[in-house]
């Protein structure tokens, strides 16, 4: 059986991980590290799990870490993963990281929104993880650069469009809209439950982070520089997001043509659900799971296409994401682990 | 003391209405109408308010009504003001309606978006009651159109910033995101506890009644047809809407010009608020309040102005606006009844 | 495989039970009815399983209905189930219903708080299933009485206490607190998003009809009559039961006793948990989960146990209890197909 | 104009009494201190005041500070209360400290509970602010100790109760329920959105410092010891407070002798409501305000007496029964300031 170990397994995107892998049919989780947590039982930290997961958090040692585990998965925030990840892989691990350390090839776009790379030479072989998107780069890779929550929900129905040229790739705004987790569990008046609750209010207006990453990706797509506009908001919520993404359309069409461009991309990835005809995605419907719902509405007065796509944040958008990366990479179903019957409510 | 009154009084609409104008110094509360509780003390139904507000609901009568009061506030779904309207008009009564049927110039528009007009001749008098926008037309007004809550939010960053040319109005995005009680007191799924918490989702994508609203005073303003692009969204939360506007700038400008536009246009204006810069408006600062804060930010890159609204759809959108209306029908300072102190959470 | 069915499928018990039946890797769900809904598949009645449940629910018919399954769950309103359970036991079938139609021994406790029985003879068989204390009587049943929610979160940690004597049983009061979801899917008032949430109440106090439930299980518990005092509130938060239990001590004692006593009572049952000392169950521990969390603190100077217990209503206090019946009856793991790993958040 | 001033102006309770002092009709709030804003205008602290409350905050200086002010309200954590009121005392200045240091009358109890008394000296003359209670002596007072929220949720309905006999106070357990404010703004896990939300908790289980302030009243008011059992709760909402509290009677009574018990003792006293047969109270009737809302019911077969009672944490938990002293010692309607219209929702 596969071992599978966590850096930095005790923040929220950390226990989603934990969560998932500890149930996942194909693979063991066999270490798990913490730095503010180290010695302590996990179900010391998250007692929900009690009697579940009860092994104990180590302070990360690059070598005893190593010598227990085959995949490893790193949450914790950039910048620290381009210092260990060398040495993962020149122990000849394979790496899933979620921070965005390794989410670019363009490092100087990576350096302007974050600071210096110290593993510029890794970012060549490392690919990004949107799993559907990348599929075949992601069967071979050792290094994954694990996508953002925010890119996920946007890209994921925007290539198909892209690829098939319905688009003004220069007319792209993406609202989006994210549950409190997806702050972290870092303490910050933001995440008071009395300063976020009854509140609803965008941050990071057209200068979030998130932002350059779809660009790249997008110019890629496109194969020439796209620029968009990106608005994340804060809803009074745990985990979910949904974004709303306006675009010109490039020629006239219609629902069906839009819904088969969408669906035949997506034929044989169970994990990006297309909403029946007048209906649209809800956050609640993709609560603890790892889909992707995807509707869509045509204005055609202004001849614009509105996208809106909802996932939870902490599993595509971040651990579940994760694990359909590692089981691409295992060769198994890339939804074993990830299957468990969504909640109606 | 001015005499009030409020036919259909027990919504949630109607219960802010019933709040603000008991508290309110210069006039006086003498009845109210409800076909569901007639007959019952108002603190009987609202039991926040008991033994502070102990009117009883009585049965619309129009004679009777009319005879206790001198100005009237219509809280009822559409189509049922129309029909009373004219005899409340003929018997000299100021009539401030919180529903679509008096705020359309277009007639046409109305009955596309609604049903047939029967009260025609009245919508030439009725003045459209953004009191900012419309605030000469009001004082003098015998009917007023209250108007819709997204409408409010939508307009009242847009138009000085139309006036002063700054934007190209056919590129107009609105990205609007509301609390559950913007949906009124009825049964229904939407709004079941368990359906609305830890949920987020569009609704009438590009369908919605508030927008051929939005686009006549729109049209009206830039003297030629206006469509726009309108996406609702519900948050879960009880109070509270925010509008994320999208639209293309007309020409290079800057933070300040921009701030200049729209502070200088609402100088007198003391409930629409600029937030300082770099900040942005949050649904809780304006709970339980009338203001409307507006902030702002240049996506410098695509020359695209992004603006943020906020109010509360229970207050300037809806019953703290027709208050503010009848103030200023009266002659008295807009903010009469309406300036209780913010609360901090 | 055996094959179950469920009458009743589109309440919010019903989906928790679709729910989990669909990812039962023992049993297979192959009939559902809904009168409401009948004809529709399921994904179209709840969203979030699209593509994962297409079974299309059906008018409820005995004999086409029995021909399907083997075992069946009932969720619908008292009263209709002991309408059908005759025909169903007479044809061979087992039967969970989650009803109180068959929780009684008593015929006229049941009849006092509910409606007069029609199908008493089968009272005498039917089985309280409230799992881990009559895990032996379940075990040959044909016909479960699933408990409420309330006394599961009450009776657990009494019953080992009460068998060993450590308690007054007169002086037992049970302060119980609930998620919405505990008041159903129909359309109501006290369910309606603005008035649930930002709110705490009490209801039905001292008046909730599981109370002579409970009274029912501790009376033959402590072989004479037991009288309890038990007042229900609704918390602003969708699933999730808490349960204060107030009960002077027969002994001086101290919390290694009262734990031990606990502890190896439910030794071989794995849903019901232990809280660590000076740590407190939290409904958000078992959410999504058939757990029962307890813990308890001795308030030494009145010589008085507090006991809290926490499950997730919906599951171990519906859906998963049933289930867990289920896996009993069949003679498997009580845990199977329940023991999916718990959310951190 | 009586000139009011804060130290310690901007946590919750501080941005409370803010907010009503500034819309007070009769006082003027001329000086706010907080060491972590100091220099800062109020309403770049809570952005909802914005042009509303404009005042800066000081750093706390004794002379200056004493030079603006007539009555001082401080809103500190317990012990720096006590250090600085001797020094406002003998500037002849009247305090109502909210803090826990001038709630005793016993100061074995406070050090017990608390820390080192240094200024036992006033607790003499200091008086308990109860203000419905000790409305007389807070009349001459110069120092309050207003009470905790708690204490004021459990007393306000047991004091008439124990005056006339009804209970027996050897009974007595409180069962409370809090919204998150009253953890205030400080961080920690426990106010964390993500942590809070979707969760209900015991805390502190017969440990909570406000059981000793209950007693102290409660054995003053009996004349003899009093011990009682009370468990704190949090619950996923901003404001309110409800406690359900168990007492038995001593004899037998009825719902109408118990309702006119209390309701003769708060005859005058408009900020006591008792609810109508048949219904309880809901924190959301009282959110905002500063009433508290009492109900109950008889446990007849268990000769028990229930009591609910209902405040907002932050009014009639905090600022709002602080400012109700400042109107008591004022010689001023006792409501002044504090009669806003409750909102419905």
Chains 1, 2, 3, 4 share one sequence.
Do not use: W
């Not at 993963?81 to 990281?97: A, W």
């Not at 359309?249 to 007048?278: G, M, Q």
Request: aromatic share 8%.
């Amino acid at each position: 059986m596969t071992k599978t170990g966590i850096i930095g397994a005790t923040g929220y995107a950390g226990a989603e991980l934990v969560r998932i892998l500890s149930g996942h049919p194909d693979v063991k989780l066999t270490a798990i590290t913490s730095r503010q947590y180290a010695g302590m039982k996990y179900d010391s930290i998250y007692s929900s799990m009690a009697g579940v997961v009860t092994l104990a958090c180590e302070e990360f040692n690059m070598d005893s870490f190593c010598d227990k585990v085959d995949i490893i998965f790193i949450a914790l925030p950039h910048k620290i993963p381009m210092e260990i990840v060398p040495g993962l892989i020149k122990r000849g691990k394979k790496v899933i990281d979620l921070s965005a350390d390794f989410r670019f090839k363009d490092v100087l776009r990576y350096e302007k929104y974050y600071q210096p790379h110290t593993a510029k030479e890794l970012l060549k072989e490392a690919v990004y993880g949107l799993c559907e998107i990348y599929f075949d780069e992601i069967k071979n890779a050792s290094l994954i650069g694990n996508p953002g929550c925010y890119p996920t929900s946007v890209l994921l129905p925007l290539v198909p469009l892209l690829k098939e040229n319905f688009i003004d790739i220069n007319t792209i705004i993406a609202d989006s809209k994210s549950g409190v987790s997806g702050a972290g569990r870092s303490l910050s008046l933001t995440a008071h439950f009395c300063e976020a609750n009854e509140s609803f209010k965008a941050y990071k207006v057209a200068g979030h982070r998130h932002c350059p990453e779809m660009e790249e990706i997008l110019s890629a797509k496109a194969k020439k520089p796209v620029t968009i506009t990106f608005v994340p908001h804060l809803v009074p919520m745990t985990r979910g997001m949904l974004t709303t993404t306006y675009v010109n359309l490039l020629k006239k069409t219609d629902s069906k043509e839009i819904r088969n461009c969408i669906s035949s991309f997506y034929a044989r990835h169970p994990f990006v659900r297309i909403c029946p005809e007048n209906q649209v995605p809800d956050t609640m419907h993709v609560r603890g799971t790892n889909y992707c719902d995807i509707g869509f509405k045509i204005d055609e007065r202004n001849n614009r296409l509105i996208i809106i796509s909802a996932i939870d944040n902490l599993v595509k958008g971040a651990a579940g994401q994760a694990v359909q990366n590692m089981n691409i990479m295992l060769g198994i179903d890339e939804t074993r682990g990830l299957n468990n019957i969504p909640f109606a409510v």
